[in-house]
C-alpha cells in the first residue's frame, strides 16, 4: 500500500511540473473514436443515439460543457438527418473538423481552477488554496453532477487531496493522473 502511495506520489509530482509549464497538450487522455464509439452505439445498426454524441466525446477525451451539448447534436444531426441516429462516419467527420474547439489544454484547467479559487468559489477568495468541502459541494451541483459519495471514494480510492485544503497545482496533479 505505501509503494502504492509512493509511486502515485511520484507520479503526481511529475504531473504538477507538466502543469505548472503550462502545456497545451491536451488535460485529458485523448482517445480515438474507433475505440469509444461501438461500446454506445446499437450493435445491430452501429449507429449511436444522438442524445448519446456527448458522452462519446467525452469518453474520446473531448471536454463538453453542459451548454454545448445542445450546439452539437444539432451540427452532428444536419447530417444523418433531423432526430436520427448517428454513423460513425459522421462523427468522425464532425470531430475532424471541431477537435480543436473541445479539446482543453492544461492550461486551461489551471486557469479554471485559479479562477474558481480566486472567486472564493472553491476556496479563500484571492487564494490558490482550494478547501476540499467547497469543491464537494460544487462538484455536486454543477454540471455533470457528483454526489458527495462519490467525490469521497475518488478523492480517498484514488490518492487525492488528504487534508482540508490543497493547492491548485496539487488538484492539477491528482486529476491528471
Not at 459541494?137 to 480510492?157: L, T, Y
Request: a positive charge; proline letters at 4%.
Amino acid at each position: 500500500r505505501r509503494r502504492g502511495r509512493a509511486a502515485r506520489r511520484g507520479m503526481a509530482e511529475a504531473a504538477a511540473k507538466i502543469a505548472k509549464k503550462g502545456g497545451k497538450e491536451p488535460f485529458v487522455a485523448q482517445l480515438p473514436l474507433q475505440s469509444v464509439y461501438f461500446h454506445f452505439a446499437d450493435r445491430k445498426t452501429k449507429l449511436l443515439p444522438l442524445s448519446d454524441v456527448p458522452y462519446v466525446l467525452r469518453a474520446a477525451g473531448w471536454t463538453i460543457y453542459g451548454e454545448e451539448e445542445a450546439k452539437i447534436k444539432a451540427e452532428v444531426e444536419r447530417v444523418d438527418g433531423l432526430g436520427k441516429p448517428v454513423s460513425f462516419n459522421t462523427l468522425q467527420g464532425w470531430m475532424a473538423e471541431n477537435h480543436a474547439a473541445y479539446v482543453r489544454s492544461h492550461d486551461n484547467a489551471y486557469s479554471a481552477l485559479s479562477t474558481l479559487c480566486h472567486e472564493g468559489i472553491i476556496g479563500e477568495k484571492n487564494s490558490a488554496v482550494i478547501q476540499i468541502q467547497q469543491l464537494r459541494r460544487v462538484v455536486g451541483k454543477v454540471g455533470d453532477k457528483i454526489s458527495p459519495e462519490a467525490f469521497d471514494k475518488i478523492v480517498k480510492d484514488e490518492g487525492g487531496p488528504t487534508g482540508d485544503t490543497c493547492t491548485v497545482d496539487e488538484l492539477v496533479s491528482f486529476l491528471q493522473q
